[in-house]
């Protein structure tokens, strides 16, 4: 056994038919060819209705409002990310040099969409059954102690600013490098009179959510 079926069977308590599947689940754009966004796409469909399922039955006098808090909570790429680094899934991702050498295996962004990518691939191996028990094994008790998302980070510098009287935050992009398939930027987020602080990401929005998130250190 190759592996990669050997740390599928070991993250999954399933041994590949298809290993084909579980290589383009960990396949980053940057590397060209097959790659995981199809499979990230109907893994994110699939993460979605297991998570539903569960909280259905395990919360079954919560109103619709508060069972879709903890549904975003739970899906969230953050979450995703967090589920990944706990399978490695960073020592498996397949990413092109430049993308390797900008630390893209370490992005949340990416480790959610590859998380996904697996939940589709498995899915596609076997069926939704098998799918939502690994969901429900890799999330663990993730469903009791999530009631609602954090915060974003760029929220809580906004309230930060609007109840000390200042004016909203600035977001600039200070630099943007790498191809096109894997960019990086930095991005510098500043109150006026108070402070700044930078932070770089594989997209805008990343990038702008660290940002915040080191000025909000700085000012909290």
Known sequence: MSSLAAWVEQISGH???DLGLFERALTHPSRGGPD???LEFLGDRVLGLAVADWL???FPEEPEGQL??????????????DVARGFDVQAQVRLGQQAQNDGAFASDNVLGDVMEAIIGALYLDTDYPTAAAFVRRAWGDRVASVSRPPKHPKAALQEWAAANNRKPPVYEVVERSGPEHAPRFV???SIRGLGEAEANGTNKQEAEREAARNLLEKLT
Do not use: E, N
């Open 15 to 17: 041994r590949p038919r």
């Open 187 to 189: 991005i510098r987020v």
């Open 56 to 58: 259905i039955a395990t």
């Open 36 to 38: 995981y966004q199809r």
């Open 68 to 81: 879709s808090t903890r549904l975003h909570a739970l899906v969230s790429g953050a979450i995703c990310a």
